[in-house]
């Protein structure tokens, strides 16, 4: 078993997460040792209320683990305070990073337990750079109904037959406006005109906003899966289904977290330049989350986070229904952490679905 890093005065070796304020059972036998970043005595991070906090740390795990941070202070003592969001089992050394909240007012230390964890190394807590003014960006589809753009006015920028969104680009397939809510159309496999009157091309989705300037955001949308299918151009595949764009760098370059596939699975992947998939490669970060098969003709809220971590990394992390489903820490897996601020977008493959009430909001 590795040993737990000294992160406190006191810090021991390490120990399987959960032993809190064990008692021994003999006067004779020494407790089970604690490291020194669990409520004990003397143990914990010094904190600053009013400000947030990231906790890192890694892990092996056999089941789901989260962060989970407890407040002291001399009047009240230990009291359990937040549960960070989960991630997945991991036989190999994984990363993990959750940020809290403000610490609130007459916090003096925060203490970390790692429930479901083995075993845990290198916990830090580092304190978050004070927010800047929190913006919401609610891009609009317009009133009318019908073609709001496409893939022909994407590669056709100088048609005067393209029709154009301010807020969208559609470089794959095409987006309809209907009743106030997105459509992608049929789905087919053909190349739309300026009215995407025959073909949609739809089958392979791909849309991203068009101002550029998003970092630690959180993009939430309403969703309404109609069904899926598949053409000759796009056989059936597992991945079927819709996935929310983060830190749109370029088509080779970004995040996708997946909240509706084919194959009932929840994840996060990374896509870096060069490969085989147009023009790159993907990577899935973290766990994948079985279990979240798809919904039809129901509108479900779902969302994703990005955030920049203390010491380069970046954690992202998916929710359904406001219910967090599985998060990852980007260290530098295939490249470098995407870190700066870029488009955010919306992927569906072989689905038709609608989305509404599209909010990003900074973190």
């Known amino acids: 078993m590795r040993r737990i890093q000294k992160l406190a005065a006191v810090a021991t070796a390490a120990v399987m997460p959960g032993m809190l304020l064990s008692a021994p059972a003999r006067a004779d036998v020494p407790a089970a040792p604690q490291p020194c970043w669990q409520p004990a005595d003397g143990c914990g991070f010094a904190v600053a209320p009013g400000r947030a906090y990231t906790i ?7 089941a789901m683990v989260r962060a989970v941070a407890y407040t002291y202070s001399a009047g009240a003592g230990w009291r359990k305070w937040f549960d960070g969001t989960p991630y997945g089992r ?20 925060i203490g970390v337990d790692f429930p479901g964890a083995t075993t845990v190394d290198d916990v830090t807590v580092a304190a978050v750079a004070p927010a800047q003014r929190r913006v919401v960006y609610r891009p609009a589809l317009g009133r009318k109904s019908g073609l709001v753009t496409n893939s022909f006015a994407y590669h056709n920028p100088r048609s005067k037959q393209a029709l154009r969104s301010a807020v ?19 789905i087919d496999d053909g190349s739309p005109g300026p009215r995407s009157a025959v073909s949609t091309g739809s089958s ?41 764009w983060l830190r749109h760098k370029s088509q080779y370059e ?23 998939v147009n023009g790159g490669t993907y990577y899935t970060l973290g766990a994948e989350v079985p279990g979240a098969p798809i919904v039809r003709n129901k509108w479900r809220q779902v969302s994703a986070t990005v955030r920049n971590n203390p010491g380069g990394s970046v954690t992202v992390v998916l929710y ?17 952490p995407i870190r700066a601020g870029a488009p955010i977008g919306i992927r569906g ?15």
Not at 56 to 62: D, F, I, L, P, V
Not at 91 to 109: F, N
Not at 265 to 270: C, D, F, N, P, Q
Request: hydrophobic content about 40%.
């Open 204 to 244: 392979v989705f791909r849309m991203h906003s068009v101002r550029r300037d998003f970092t630690d955001v959180q993009v939430a949308f309403r969703l309404n899966i109609a069904h899926q299918t598949s053409t000759a151009y796009t056989p059936e595949s597992s991945y079927d289904g819709v996935h929310i």
């Open 56 to 62: 890192g740390a890694s892990y092996q795990a056999g």
């Open 320 to 336: 359904v229904e406001g219910r967090a489903m599985v998060s990852a820490v980007d260290t530098g897996v295939g490249c470098a």
């Open 349 to 363: 493959d072989n689905t038709r679905f609608r989305f509404s009430d599209v909010t990003v909001t900074g973190l």
């Open 254 to 276: 970004l995040y996708a977290a997946s909240v509706a596939r084919r194959d009932g699975m929840v994840l996060i992947k990374k896509k870096c330049a060069g490969g085989p």
């Open 168 to 186: 969208w680009h559609v470089t794959t397939g095409s987006l309809f406006a209907a009743g106030g809510t997105g459509d992608t159309g049929k």
């Open 90 to 109: 991991s036989a190999a050394w994984a990363p993990l990073a959750t940020t809290t909240p403000a610490v609130p007012s007459g916090t003096e230390r």
